[in-house]
Every structure is written in structure tokens, then in C-alpha cells.
Nanobody, 131 residues
Framework: QVQLVESGGGLVQTGESLTLSCTAS????????MGWFRQAPGKEREFVAA??????????TDSVKGRFTISRDTSKNTGTGYLRMDSLKPEDTAVYFC??????????????????????WGQGTQVTVFS
């Protein structure tokens, strides 16, 4: 069993930056993929970015390409993950969730944008961008 905890959310102005962190506990190895999803009020949860267990593969939804950067600290046994968000826009306002995919550590044959590929989820952190 692994527990994921997101942190780093907040209230920022358009154009500013935030870095979200996802810390895993209860597991002493990092052989799992990590995804970031977000959910705005009244909308379905949507894929934002994903990264393989060793950081070699990354994926982004089109609306954040060039603005968001996903990474993880592979030196740590738990594979702490990060989502650096630059040039934030009001439409980025949402609750951001990280997720761990134990069955898809390297995404082979998997579709990283599908929530069903992930096994554990954090509680989320609020990001609010005002103009």
C-alpha cells in the first residue's frame, strides 16, 4: 500500500509559477509511473502529465506543453514527483492530483492519459490562478 500526498498548491496571479510535489510513503522503491491529473469545478478529471519510473518518458496534454514540466527525484527510494507550472492561466485553476501506476512503470502498451491505468491517488492540492 502506498500513500500519496500532494503539496505546493496556492493562489497565484496569471503568468506566475508554482511547483507541486507528490510524496509517496509506505513503499520503499520507486518502480512505478506517476501521473498528474486535475479537476476543475463542474468538470471531469483530466490528464495533465505523466512520467515513467526512471524519468525517461514524459507525456503532456496539449494545453500545458511548453508551460508545465514533470519530473521526479530518482535518487529517492520513493520517487518523489514534481510538476513545475509556469505561465499559469486562469483556466489552469483546478484541484491537482498525483497518481501512481504500479502496473505501468515504463508505460509499455499503456495509455498514460487514462485514469484507469493508475492504482493509487493522492487527495489533491488546490491551484487557483486569478487574472
Amino acid at each position: 500500500q502506498v500513500q500519496l500526498v500532494e503539496s505546493g498548491g496556492g493562489l497565484v496571479q496569471t503568468g506566475e509559477s508554482l511547483t507541486l510535489s507528490c510524496t509517496a510513503s509506505g513503499r520503499t522503491f520507486s518502480f512505478y509511473a506517476m501521473g498528474w491529473f486535475r479537476q476543475a469545478p463542474g468538470k471531469e478529471r483530466e490528464f495533465v502529465a505523466a512520467i515513467s519510473w526512471n524519468g525517461a518518458k514524459t507525456y503532456y496534454t496539449d494545453s500545458v506543453k511548453g508551460r508545465f514540466t514533470i519530473s521526479r527525484d530518482t535518487s529517492k527510494n520513493t520517487g518523489t514527483g514534481y510538476l513545475r507550472m509556469d505561465s499559469l492561466k486562469p483556466e489552469d485553476t483546478a484541484v491537482y492530483f498525483c497518481a501512481a501506476g504500479f502496473r505501468i512503470p515504463n508505460f509499455n502498451g499503456a495509455r498514460p492519459f487514462r485514469p484507469e491505468e493508475y492504482d493509487s491517488w493522492g487527495q489533491g492540492t488546490q491551484v487557483t490562478v486569478f487574472s
